[in-house]
Every structure is written in structure tokens, then in C-alpha cells.
């Protein structure tokens, strides 16, 4: 863990109190402040950030700026062999990375460390695929367009943005990190990172990891504090080129403020899984079970609500309920199927929709249970579309079932959703599962699977309220990056060969 080896640097004299990334150095803020980190599991403070100020803001992205104009003449292969380092450096270190997931956010053990190396191999995966998009270019002549001669070649390549500020969620603060730095740094930009609260720690445990690869100094830096004081000064902020945030609907609000500059925002879900007559049952409460519960129900992509067909529904229903008696329930140190969700407040609001369907009529597959944050997984039968449940996302282990007469009853209320991230179906018949797919209004459709982003170079990509723009390696970098062009013109038509 910190304070010893590797990570020393980080800490203060007080192991469990860690420094800011500025400038190529570790700091303690000038503000004298600190924001406690609460452990889900035992909801006592298990570590404490610095609470940045907004003059340290103007002074990182100062040093970002002037780091990022040396970066962009970097050659591309040089780029990329730093980046293949810090993936290899961050895939060495996993455990104390993982042990912050595991005290930070309550992920399983075993899934945390999964995160650390899905990690690195992003980082790896986006070093290669830069070297290829970047080195290539466009070469277009001027008389393939009506009225004119060969007279002007148009040169077109891609040059980096700037400063990339990237805000990455609690639930995955090193995955969703390095999606946004590697392809960010990659294109030629600086990166400026605020991590989420609750994931702060492991997300500066990653940092490290770049630092002790040998970037420049300030083309990286971590800006740690409460987003009441520097949140809006950072995302506001003239020296920022790009955002790209993953979380709530805070994005909405970021995006109403940010100005004209490229944004890239996955803002939640409300994933929908459509079970028809002929769909594999077992298949679909295994997913069920894997896409609803898995980190507890705290992913994007997560099984929001299950839309089956009235015919077979008794039958889903007593699959799933099979499975979830299976799910274990505790600490994520014992690499639990159900760990804490991440904060009181979050398993207040999950209660609180789970007891307007209650009081509403829904039907309770388990008994309800709660410990502190930890909430026992929950199937709900019956909810109807007045319930809470229905619509809002409960980012915890609970699961609503709506029962469905036809496949338009369900596309009805997948898109009557002001999220579209993605979904799924479950059919036999390729034909209907293809003509669903095109009538959701999704980013996403997964035909005989559970929603997932991933593997990280597919395109991810919400609709409505669930985002702007595409993630995935290779859009990432090329939204990371904007086309700068240059004509030559000749004083006469030139035509090769002619």
C-alpha cells in the first residue's frame, strides 16, 4: 500500500493522508484542507485527499499548457513507448491499487484487481491503435468536385486539442481514468484528471504509475477537492480545450456551461432487458443475474429493468429467483457477490424507491434487507409504470420486472426512457431481435447478452439524456483531436502521368 515502496511519495506524514499531482511532483494544498474518504464497508474514514484550491487549478492548467506544446512535437512512437511502460507499471502494482478499490468503493477483491489489469491493457491497446490512426493522413485534389481543375492538393491530418480535462465516476476511478488519459495523451494532449471522492486514492496510486514512467512534467497532473469549490472553476475554465466526463447528471449541468469546446459524456442508463416468448430463459436469467447484480448494481450498463413476455414471465422469475438466493452477501475483502454500495445517501435513495414499490403494490421475490450501505439483493415482480422504480436508476442490487403482452409494449417503454445507453434481447429469431434493435432508441443493443461497455475499442455511446458523443479507444482518440488541413495551389492543372 502507500507509504511504503513505490507509492511513498504520495503520503504525508500521516500514511492514511495523501498528496495532489502537480508539475511532476506530489503536493499538500495550500488551502491546509482535507476531504475524508468514507469506507462503505465500515463507514468510518478510511483516508483523507487534499482539497485543492482554485489558484492551484489556474497553475496546473498553466503547466498543462506549456507541457502539452512540447508533447505535441513528441514523436508518436516515443508517445506510445511511454505509454506501453506506464501500462506495464500500472499491471505490476495491481494489488495496492486494487486494495484502495476494495476500502475506497467496496468492489470485490477479485474484481477490483480485474479493473487494474483491464486497465493496463487499455492503455497498451490505445498506445497501438494511436501509432496506426495518427500516422495516417488524407490527400484529396481539388477536380473531383464539379467545375474545378486539378489545380489545389488538400493535405489533412490530425492535431491534438490542448488541455483534455477528464472527471471520471466512482465505480470505475482507474478504468475510466485511463479510458480518457491514454487516448487523450496518445493524440498529442495534456491531461488534467479530477477523480471522483470515494476511488480518489486508487486513482492516484494509477497516476503514479504515469510519473514513474517518465512523462514531461505537467503534461500530467490530479486535481483532488470538493466540486462545490473547484468543480465548476475547473470545467469553466478558458485553459480546458476538451472535457470528458462519465458520471450523473451533473453532466448535463457541465454541459450547459462549458462552452464551445468538444464534449464527451456517458451520463447513466436505464438499461432495459427484453425477454420475448422464444428467448433462452437459463440464458437470460444468467444475465439477468451478471448484468443486474454484479459491483452490486452500480454500473451504467447495468440491468435496470427486465420487460418479459407475460406467457413465459412466472418461469423467468422463478429462474432468477433461484439464482439470487445463490448471490453472497457481505464485505468485498471476502470478494462478496453484494458489497456496500458506495455511500449512505446512495443506499437511502435505492430504499426509498424500493419502498414507493411497496407501497404502490409491486411484488417482493425476497425480503427486504438492509445493514448500514449494504443493501441484500431484491427481484421485484409486478411494478407497473407509476412506480419510481419503473424509470429512475437505482445504481444498487435491486431489480425491477414489467410484464409485457408484445414486443411494441416494450419498445414503447424502453423509449418512453429519458436515458438510452443500451439494452438487450433475448430471442431465438435473429429477424426480430435485428428489427427491436433498430426501434430502440439506444446507444447500444446486446442480442442474447447483458448490456456491457466493452471491450474497451468497441464504440459506447448513449442517446437522450445518457450522453454526447462515443467512447471506445478509437473514438476516443479521434474526438481527442481535430483535423487541421493544408492546400497547396498550383499555377496550373496537374494531372500524375497525364
Not at 260 to 284: F, H, N, S, T, V
Not at 312 to 317: H, N, Q, Y
Not at 361 to 385: H, M, S
Not at 397 to 405: F, S
Request: proline share 6%.
Amino acid at each position: 500500500m502507500a507509504g511504503t515502496s513505490v507509492f511513498a511519495e504520495l503520503v504525508d506524514e500521516d500514511p492514511t493522508v495523501f498528496k495532489f499531482y502537480s508539475d511532476g511532483e506530489w503536493k499538500r494544498s495550500t488551502s491546509g484542507k482535507l476531504v475524508s474518504i468514507i469506507n462503505p464497508t465500515t463507514r468510518k474514514t478510511q483516508y483523507k485527499v487534499q482539497a485543492c484550491t482554485q489558484e492551484e487549478v489556474n497553475k496546473i492548467i498553466e503547466a498543462a499548457k506549456t507541457a502539452q506544446k512540447s508533447w505535441a512535437k513528441t514523436p508518436l512512437w516515443k508517445r506510445a513507448e511511454l505509454l506501453h511502460k506506464a501500462a506495464a507499471i500500472l499491471k505490476e502494482h495491481r494489488a495496492p491499487i486494487a486494495e484502495c478499490l476494495v476500502k475506497e468503493i467496496a468492489k470485490p477483491a477479485k474484481d477490483a484487481v480485474t479493473e487494474v489489469v483491464r486497465s493496463g491493457d487499455l492503455v497498451s491497446y490505445c498506445a497501438e491503435e494511436g501509432v496506426r490512426i495518427l500516422g495516417e493522413g488524407k490527400f484529396l485534389v481539388s477536380d473531383s468536385f464539379p467545375g474545378n481543375e486539378r489545380t489545389k492538393y488538400c493535405l489533412t491530418s490530425k492535431i491534438p486539442l490542448g488541455v483534455v480535462l477528464a472527471i471520471p465516476p466512482f465505480n470505475y476511478p482507474v478504468n475510466l481514468a485511463v479510458s480518457k488519459i491514454a487516448p487523450a495523451l496518445i493524440a498529442g494532449n495534456s491531461i488534467v484528471l479530477k477523480p471522483p471522492t470515494q476511488g480518489a486514492v486508487a486513482a492516484l496510486h494509477m497516476v503514479h504509475c504515469f510519473h514513474l514512467a517518465g512523462f514531461p512534467k505537467g503534461l500530467i497532473s490530479c486535481v483532488t477537492g470538493k466540486g462545490s469549490e473547484i468543480g465548476d472553476f475547473l470545467t469553466m475554465h478558458p485553459g480546458v480545450s476538451c472535457i470528458s466526463f462519465t458520471g450523473g447528471d451533473t453532466g448535463i449541468a457541465i454541459s450547459k456551461k462549458a462552452g464551445m469546446i468538444p464534449l464527451q459524456m456517458e451520463l447513466g442508463g436505464k438499461d432495459a432487458c427484453i425477454i420475448l416468448e422464444d428467448g433462452d430463459l437459463d440464458l437470460a436469467a444468467a444475465n439477468i443475474i451478471k448484468g443486474g447484480f454484479s459491483y452490486s448494481g452500480q454500473r451504467c450498463t447495468a440491468v435496470k429493468v427486465i420487460l418479459i413476455m407475460e406467457s413465459v414471465a412466472d418461469t423467468l422469475v422463478e429462474k432468477v429467483k433461484a439464482k439470487v438466493a445463490k448471490l453472497t452477501v457481505g464485505p468485498p475483502e471476502d470478494d462478496c457477490d453484494i458489497t456496500p454500495v458506495v455511500t449512505e445517501s446512495s443506499a437511502n435513495f435505492i430504499e426509498g424507491l424500493v419502498m414507493d414499490a411497496k407501497q404502490k403494490g409491486a411484488t417482493f421475490c425476497q425480503e427486504y434487507k438492509r445493514e448500514g450501505n449494504l443493501i441484500w439483493p431484491l427481484l421485484l415482480d409486478n411494478v407497473r409504470p407509476d412506480m419510481r422504480i419503473a424509470w429512475e436508476e437505482p445504481f444498487g442490487p435491486v431489480l425491477p420486472v414489467i410484464r409485457i403482452n408484445s414486443i411494441e409494449e416494450a419498445i414503447h417503454h424502453s423509449n418512453a426512457s429519458n436515458f438510452g445507453l443500451q439494452g438487450c434481447i433475448f430471442t431465438r429469431d435473429i429477424n426480430k431481435a435485428i428489427l427491436i434493435s433498430d426501434a430502440m432508441e439506444t446507444g447500444t443493443v446486446q442480442i442474447n447478452s447483458a448490456p456491457a461497455r466493452g471491450p474497451d475499442h468497441f464504440p459506447f455511446q448513449g442517446l437522450k439524456d445518457s450522453g454526447i458523443g462515443s467512447q471506445g479507444i478509437t473514438n476516443s482518440i479521434n474526438m481527442m483531436t481535430k483535423i487541421k488541413s493544408t492546400v497547396i495551389n498550383l499555377p496550373t492543372p496537374s494531372y500524375a502521368m497525364g
